[in-house]
Each structure stands twice: as C-alpha cells, then as structure tokens.
C-alpha cells in the first residue's frame, strides 16, 4: 500500500512537472551543429545527423568524444535536448557546461549539467555546478534525482547565464537559480566562455567515487544531443546592446511566481545535495543562499555526506534519525 501511494505521488508529480514544462515553453531558435560548434575531440566517436540537426557522442575503449561551440560568450541562453547512454553506464561521465578553463588555467569559470553514470535500475541523479575564478576548492555544487529515465528519451537541459542570475533549467522547469550576491565577488562566473558537451571514462571518480568502473562490455556509450541552442552576446562582437536587450526581456530570464512555484515544488522532492546547508563543510554559508526549511529538511533526511549529519533528538523523543550515507560532489567525496 505504501509502494503504491509512492508511485501514485511520483506519478503526479511527473505530470505536473511536464505540465508546467508546456507552460513554460520557451520560443528559441535552435541551430545545426555546424552554424554554432566544432568537433573537439573523439573523431570518428563525433557523428553529425544527415540534417546537421543532431550529433552523437560515443565513448568505447579507445576513446571519448566532444564538442565545443565556436564562439566565446560574455553572457546567454545554452540548451540542448539530450539522450543518455542505455543501460549499465557507471563511469561514464557526460556533461553539457560553459567554461573558460582551456583560456584560464588556474582562474576559470564554469557551469555545469554533469551526468555521473548509472548502475543499471538505479535511480538517475543530475549534478550542477557553479565555479567562478577557479573556485573549485569551494564549489557551490548540488544535486538532485531524475523523476525520469534520461536514457529512455530526449529531455532538455538549459542554462541562462547573465550579469545578475544563474538559472537551470530541466525540459523548461527550473531547477536552480543563483542570484549574484556582492559577496560573491569573482566567485561569480563573469569572463567569456565556451560551451562544451563531451562523453568521457571518469571510472577513478563519476560512480560513487569510483568504486563502480566503466564496463566496456557494454559498450558503445552513446549520447545523443539535438535541439541546439547559441543565444547571446559573442565575445567578439564590438556592441552588445541587441543581444543583451533580447536577454534581458527573454521569457527565460523573467523569473515568475509560476516558475518559482515549480522550482520549489522541484527542490523539495528531488534535490539530495546542495552546498547551502552543509554546514560541516562550509560553517559560513554562501552569500547568495536563500534558506528553505523545507530544502534543509530534505538536505538533513537525504543524509548525502558521511560527516554532515543531522541533529541527534533529545532523548525523550522516539523519532529515529536516518543514518548518513556518502556523498560525492564532483571529484571529492565528503
């Protein structure tokens, strides 16, 4: 009975989320491979679609495969649809993000969708991650589950990044936003950058901290990626008042109650990880963290960190605490 009132719940929410997704439909034009990206590497692991429309990604033994838009940008509206690999995929590391790390080595700037494998039948999990000026040593990282099998169909993943906020988006829901605090300072992503995709073996780390490898038994590893879009201010471009205008009055960037509505509704069922609450690994939060209490309860029953553990009760209380499980953010396990 239990089981079945979970999945009743599970139901509804996933078509409520699809629901708000129609609403929430962004007007974008998307663009063939070769008017906005070139191969980065992987070769012949690199396939173009007949109609220039879509491009698969594919990791086997010898290697991976990836992509990278053909322009630097200061700012803009990223997105693709995108199929994840079938089947048994722990290891294998897909990600669609900006950065600017092949320009600045030791100061770069990053934001990232990042897929981390999966152990065939397990629950699908997504990370996000804002880095801004190499601030990898204290990454504003989270992490939610997938009310769907990313495997199984083309769903699309966007990310606005402009001069005040960072939003991402799952099939046109939003998922995360990152308003600029002044405290940010240069932990703010603020230097022009590429947008990438790449499929690649991260077995030392992408699975539970490495513990499950990629099984080239199971290969090849496809990605499919479809429903490009390159909206935004070109770092060559000498005036950026057009682009920045279409941004700023963009239905993408126009945070409304709706979309916040379903944002939170998001967060506290799906989301297991964020920097915000872990006060054990952060004692200072973020200058942008909005605090939720019903995003810190999910932080404290999800548990996602061996050493973040939430308040003992007092000893006439009867309520059981769950018990920790790891985390792993990124390449670090907490």
């Known amino acids: 009975m239990v089981m079945g009132t979970s999945m009743f719940f599970l139901r509804i929410f996933i078509a409520t989320t699809f629901f708000f997704a129609s609403i929430f439909a962004f007007d974008v034009p998307t663009i063939a491979f070769e008017d906005g990206f ?25 290697t991976g495969s990836g992509f990278i838009s053909s322009e630097a940008y200061h700012n803009g509206f990223f997105s693709a649809s995108i199929k994840l690999p079938k089947g048994h995929s722990a290891g294998v590391v897909v990600a669609f993000y900006l950065s600017n790390g092949d320009v600045y080595d030791k100061t770069h700037d990053e934001l990232d969708f990042e897929f981390l494998g999966n152990r065939r039948g397990r629950e699908w999990r997504i990370q996000t991650n804002v880095y801004g000026n190499g601030s990898t040593d204290h990454g504003r990282e989270e992490r939610y589950l997938l009310p769907f ?33 002044e405290g ?86 799906y989301m297991t990880y964020t920097v915000c609450y872990d006060i054990i690994r952060y004692p200072t939060t973020f200058p942008e963290c909005e605090h939720d209490s019903a995003e810190r309860q999910t932080f404290w029953d999800w548990g996602e960190s061996k050493i973040v553990m939430p308040p003992k009760p007092r000893s006439r209380s009867k309520r059981r605490v769950r018990p920790a499980r790891n985390v792993y953010v990124g390449q670090r396990v907490f």
């Open 149 to 181: 099998d990313p495997s199984e169909a083309f769903h699309q993943y966007s990310i606005l990044w402009t001069a005040n906020h960072i939003i991402f988006y799952i099939d046109n829901v939003p998922i995360r936003e990152v308003i600029r605090a």
């Open 184 to 269: 940010m300072g240069l932990d703010y992503p603020s230097k022009p950058m590429y947008l990438y995709a790449t499929i690649w073996d991260g077995s030392a780390w992408a699975t539970e901290n490495g513990k499950y490898k990629v099984s080239y038994k199971y290969s090849p590893f496809i990605a499919e990626f479809t429903d490009l879009v390159l909206v935004g201010c070109q770092a060559s471009a000498t005036d950026c008042t057009g682009p920045d205008f279409e941004l700023a009055t963009a239905d993408y960037n126009i945070m409304t109650l709706p979309k916040r509505s379903a944002m939170r509704r998001y967060r506290e069922r």
């Open 38 to 62: 070139s191969k980065l590497f992987g070769d012949d692991n690199l396939v173009i679609s007949p109609d220039g429309k879509s491009v698969s990604l594919t990791l086997n033994r010898y």
